[in-house]
């Protein structure tokens, strides 16, 4: 049975058969029951030294379909691969570049969407349930659930959202289509000139390309240009208006259909001095332009399939123009347009956020201490694989990049220099996108807290400006902390919400001011999560701030806030109640602090962690304190029946067993409701497959609810194994 095989294998292998630059090797492995790879890296030859007889592997094919598809991909190309044969591994010299194979044909070619991989050799463990599909796709021949992966976050953004639901970065469409009209041009740039001449008549933010310097010592409209100034020309710091006048008259003029978007989200705008790829022609080399057309066209190639030759001609064409005048960081932005669901833009914030907060290394062995082509593909294979993780918190390029302007936006007016020492930023912020976020929010993300209580509680948030959210395990505190946060500011913005976890060894200095060590080995005064807070509501008086404290009684909250507990208090945030810091600011004086009333705290509880002290009077007195109770009901099955694929009549089975034992906990004098588990433990994170109901119940079982039962009956474990007897019994 293949599950025997899946728990016993190291691993699965889907492998490419174009041997380099040559024609679809496959005939030719099948009929010598063999596969090779030609010419490979050391990696390669890792990997392939890495299969072991008995493992099963695939010949795949990955291209990219835009049409004859089973499902509506809302107008974006698919990711596809083909599995051509299948076959198990029986001999492996170690030489790194073939193994015997025992083949099987695959007539007709069976397709596979969604979950590719471009690479010539795909080590697949069978260690999710996008894998687990996969595999037994392939080697099972079971059906691809295509929903399941339409509403999967990380395809959901591009083509699972429901008819009438808004979808985010419908841009890309628009944005891609110019990229595929302007390659046109590519052999006839006089023509393309010529339109833009003839569109500037008309619009007048296209001056600025009427500025070239001629090699013979004239001066006018630039004589050639490359395909991402064109793009650059709408993606500036212009009006919106005339954003999409120009976009709608470069549309008419390439012949291209799709509409001109009604916002631009995530997008990076050029600085308006700095907009063209490529210097004056008096000081262009005459190839200059060229080369910025071949990444160009590149690009475009680049995603449609897994060739080594797509690859290698991207690398090529990346690092002959990278770095030349006028390219730098930028040109990721470019890619980034043409093609947004493939390339990362590379800006000054989209570095930051991918540094500072998905802690992902950004090569820089490029010119100019940029990245070069593989070190870029490298960063985006590495973010692309993040981005499938359902937990992670972004799922796309577009989402990146819309949520980098909003962790860290730059003022363009008085910013003289990026941070790669740039005398002026190659993109300035675009307009930063307001989600809204309300009450009804909170229910369509999965809330099964009765509606007045969660309006009771922004209320209360609202007045006493500090909120605790107590309860046992399991019962959604830090999920709906969260999402309370962002119906009080009324929008899903990271920028206005800080997040921190406390516990025994956070200090006053780390929470609010303190020393720290700097790089040359002297210390400074650095501001704490709170401060900081303090002084960003202090900078926007009318928009809200909340910091979330996690587990606010593992930490010692009087030692952490110090004096700031005082002005805590709904009464005593204004300035004249300020009081000095313990430490002075950074330049030595002593400036009083008050809390702002903008500025709010929703911290988290967990009532049954016996290790932990009462809650200061002092904290409780500023804080009104809300009991958080296991929600299972109506609600609540049919919410994991619908979004999670659970079945209905074994959720129904799954909320009376674990009411059962709730019951046998809350009666139990050592231990009390306060220890009852929360719902969270029987909800799923991700969508089941059809059938496993049971199975992840037994699961979650015997790898979550046991330990945590064995820990509150620590002194009697016979109750502990009788609960969970009782839990699985006739299951």
Same mark, same amino acid.
């Given at each position: 049975?293949?599950?025997?095989?899946?728990?016993?294998?190291?691993?699965? $292998?889907?492998?490419?058969?174009?041997?380099?630059?040559?024609?679809?090797?496959?005939?030719?492995?099948?009929?010598?029951?063999?596969?090779?790879?030609?010419?490979?890296?050391?990696?390669?030859?890792?990997?392939?030294?890495?299969?072991?007889?008995?493992?099963?592997?695939?010949?795949?094919?990955?291209?990219?379909?835009?049409?004859?598809?089973?499902?509506?991909?809302?107008?974006?190309?698919?990711? #596809?691969?083909?599995?051509?044969?299948?076959?198990?591994?029986?001999?492996?010299?170690?030489?790194?570049?073939?193994?015997?194979?025992?083949?099987?044909?695959?007539?007709?070619?069976?397709?596979?969407?969604?979950?590719?991989?471009?690479?010539?050799?795909?080590?697949?463990?069978?260690?999710?349930?996008?894998?687990?599909?996969?595999?037994?796709?392939?080697?099972?021949?079971?059906?691809?659930?295509?929903?399941?992966?339409?509403?999967?976050?990380?395809?959901?953004?591009?083509?699972?959202?429901?008819?009438?639901?808004?979808?985010?970065?419908?841009?890309?469409?628009?944005?891609?289509?110019?990229?595929?009209?302007?390659?046109?041009?590519?052999?006839?740039?006089?023509? /393309?000139?010529?339109?833009?001449?003839?569109?500037?008549?008309?619009?007048?933010?296209?001056?600025?390309?009427?500025?070239?310097?001629?090699?013979?010592?004239?001066?006018?409209?630039?004589?050639?240009?490359?395909?991402?100034?064109?793009?650059?020309?709408?993606?500036?710091?212009?009006?919106?208006?005339?954003?999409?006048?120009?976009?709608?008259?470069?549309?008419?003029?390439?012949?291209?259909?799709?509409?001109?978007?009604?916002?631009?989200?995530?997008?990076?705008?050029?600085?308006? &001095?700095?907009?063209?790829?490529?210097?004056?022609?008096?000081?262009?080399?005459?190839?200059?332009?060229?080369?910025?057309?071949?990444?160009?066209?590149?690009?475009?190639?680049?995603?449609?399939?897994?060739?080594?030759?797509?690859?290698?001609?991207?690398?090529?064409?990346?690092?002959?123009?990278?770095?030349?005048?006028? #390219?730098?960081?930028?040109?990721?932005?470019?890619?980034?347009?043409?093609?947004?669901?493939?390339?990362?833009?590379?800006?000054?914030?989209?570095?930051?956020?991918?540094?500072?907060?998905?802690?992902?290394?950004?090569?820089?062995?490029?010119?100019?201490? !940029?990245?070069?082509?593989?070190?870029? &593909?490298?960063?985006?294979?590495?973010?692309?694989?993040?981005?499938?993780?359902?937990?992670?918190?972004?799922?796309?390029?577009?989402?990146?990049?819309?949520?980098?302007?909003?962790?860290?936006?730059?003022?363009?007016?008085?910013?003289?220099?990026?941070?790669?020492?740039?005398?002026?930023?190659?993109?300035?912020?675009?307009?930063?996108?307001?989600?809204?976020?309300?009450?009804?929010?909170?229910?369509?993300?999965?809330?099964?807290?009765?509606?007045?209580?969660?309006? !009771?509680?922004?209320?209360?948030?609202?007045?006493?400006?500090?909120?605790?959210?107590?309860?046992?395990?399991?019962?959604?505190?830090?999920?709906?902390?969260?999402?309370?946060?962002?119906?009080?500011?009324?929008?899903?913005?990271?920028?206005?919400?800080?997040?921190?976890?406390?516990?025994?060894?956070?200090?006053?200095?780390?929470?609010?001011?303190? $020393?720290?060590?700097?790089?040359?080995?002297?210390?400074?005064?650095?501001?704490?999560?709170?401060?900081?807070?303090?002084?960003?509501? /202090?900078?926007?008086?009318?928009?809200?701030?909340?910091?979330?404290?996690?587990?606010?009684?593992?930490?010692?909250?009087?030692?952490?806030?110090?004096?700031?507990?005082?002005?805590?208090?709904?009464?005593?945030?204004?300035?004249?109640?300020?009081?000095?810091?313990?430490?002075?600011?950074?330049?030595?004086?002593?400036?009083?602090?008050?809390?702002?009333?903008?500025?709010?705290?929703?911290?988290?509880?967990?009532?049954?962690?016996?290790?932990?002290?009462?809650?200061?009077?002092?904290?409780?007195?500023?804080?009104?304190?809300?009991?958080?109770?296991? !929600?299972?009901?109506?609600?609540?099955?049919?919410?994991?029946?619908?979004?999670?694929?659970?079945?209905?009549? &074994?959720?129904?089975?799954?909320?009376?067993?674990?009411?059962?034992?709730?019951?046998?906990?809350?009666?139990?004098?050592?231990?009390?409701?306060?220890?009852?588990?929360?719902?969270?433990?029987?909800?799923?994170?991700?969508?089941?497959?059809?059938?496993?109901?049971?199975?992840?119940?037994?699961?979650? #079982?015997?790898?979550?609810?046991?330990?945590?039962?064995?820990?509150?009956?620590?002194?009697?474990?016979?109750?502990?194994?009788?609960?969970?007897?009782?839990?699985?019994?006739?299951?």
């Amino acid at each position: 049975m293949l599950a025997e095989k899946m728990a016993a294998t190291s691993a699965f $292998w889907f492998v490419g058969a174009s041997y380099g630059a040559t024609n679809d090797q496959t005939p030719r492995f099948i009929e010598n029951g063999i596969w090779e790879v030609h010419n490979p890296t050391n990696k390669e030859s890792a990997l392939v030294n890495a299969m072991r007889v008995g493992d099963r592997i695939a010949i795949k094919a990955a291209y990219v379909r835009k049409h004859n598809l089973p499902f509506d991909a809302k107008g974006q190309p698919v990711s #596809v691969m083909g599995v051509k044969a299948i076959g198990t591994v029986t001999c492996n010299e170690q030489n790194g570049y073939r193994v015997g194979v025992d083949w099987t044909p695959v007539e007709p070619v069976r397709e596979w969407f969604f979950y590719t991989y471009r690479p010539t050799i795909w080590r697949v463990l069978p260690d999710d349930w996008k894998a687990e599909a996969l595999i037994r796709f392939a080697f099972e021949n079971k059906q691809q659930d295509i929903e399941r992966f339409l509403h999967f976050p990380y395809w959901r953004e591009r083509y699972g959202a429901a008819d009438g639901e808004k979808q985010r970065f419908a841009w890309t469409t628009f944005f891609q289509a110019v990229a595929d009209a302007l390659l046109a041009y590519r052999s006839d740039r006089a023509a /393309l000139v010529a339109g833009l001449q003839d569109i500037a008549t008309r619009v007048d933010v296209l001056d600025y390309l009427n500025k070239d310097q001629y090699a013979d010592g004239g001066q006018g409209f630039v004589r050639d240009i490359c395909p991402f100034t064109v793009i650059g020309s709408f993606n500036r710091g212009i009006t919106d208006v005339n954003r999409k006048q120009l976009a709608g008259e470069l549309a008419r003029m390439l012949g291209v259909s799709e509409p001109v978007p009604a916002s631009f989200e995530g997008v990076p705008l050029l600085n308006n &001095l700095k907009s063209w790829f490529f210097p004056f022609e008096n000081k262009r080399s005459s190839d200059h332009i060229d080369k910025l057309w071949d990444v160009f066209a590149a690009a475009i190639d680049y995603p449609k399939s897994d060739d080594n030759p797509n690859s290698t001609r991207f690398v090529e064409t990346f690092d002959a123009i990278n770095g030349q005048m006028g #390219v730098g960081w930028n040109l990721t932005m470019g890619l980034f347009w043409i093609r947004p669901w493939s390339f990362a833009t590379l800006d000054g914030n989209s570095r930051r956020l991918i540094k500072e907060k998905l802690l992902a290394d950004i090569g820089t062995n490029g010119p100019n201490r !940029r990245c070069n082509a593989a070190e870029y &593909l490298t960063l985006i294979d590495t973010l692309e694989r993040r981005f499938q993780e359902p937990d992670y918190s972004v799922h796309s390029f577009p989402e990146l990049s819309q949520e980098a302007w909003v962790y860290q936006p730059h003022d363009a007016s008085t910013q003289t220099a990026d941070d790669d020492g740039d005398e002026l930023p190659e993109a300035i912020a675009p307009e930063r996108t307001i989600v809204p976020y309300s009450v009804d929010d909170i229910f369509k993300d999965g809330c099964f807290v009765e509606r007045s209580k969660i309006e !009771r509680l922004l209320e209360r948030l609202e007045k006493k400006k500090n909120l605790v959210l107590q309860g046992p395990p399991g019962t959604g505190k830090t999920w709906l902390a969260k999402r309370l946060a962002f119906a009080l500011i009324r929008e899903q913005s990271d920028s206005n919400v800080r997040r921190v976890q406390f516990h025994p060894n956070l200090s006053y200095e780390d929470f609010v001011r303190g $020393w720290r060590p700097t790089g040359d080995g002297k210390l400074a005064l650095v501001d704490g999560v709170f401060i900081e807070a303090i002084h960003a509501a /202090l900078r926007a008086p009318d928009a809200k701030f909340v910091v979330v404290i996690e587990e606010i009684n593992r930490g010692n909250p009087a030692q952490i806030f110090g004096e700031l507990l005082t002005l805590l208090e709904a009464g005593k945030r204004t300035p004249s109640e300020a009081i000095e810091l313990c430490y002075p600011d950074a330049d030595g004086k002593r400036r009083a602090v008050h809390v702002p009333e903008n500025l709010y705290v929703i911290g988290t509880m967990n009532v049954a962690d016996r290790s932990l002290a009462l809650v200061d009077m002092a904290l409780r007195r500023r804080f009104a304190f809300v009991d958080l109770e296991p !929600r299972l009901g109506d609600v609540w099955r049919r919410w994991v029946s619908a979004q999670w694929n659970m079945d209905a009549s &074994l959720a129904a089975a799954i909320e009376t067993r674990i009411e059962a034992l709730n019951r046998t906990i809350a009666n139990d004098a050592r231990l009390g409701r306060h220890f009852c588990l929360g719902h969270s433990y029987v909800t799923p994170t991700e969508a089941l497959e059809d059938g496993s109901t049971r199975q992840w119940f037994i699961d979650v #079982v015997d790898t979550e609810i046991r330990p945590l039962l064995d820990e509150y009956w620590f002194d009697a474990p016979e109750e502990a194994r009788k609960a969970c007897e009782q839990l699985l019994r006739d299951w």
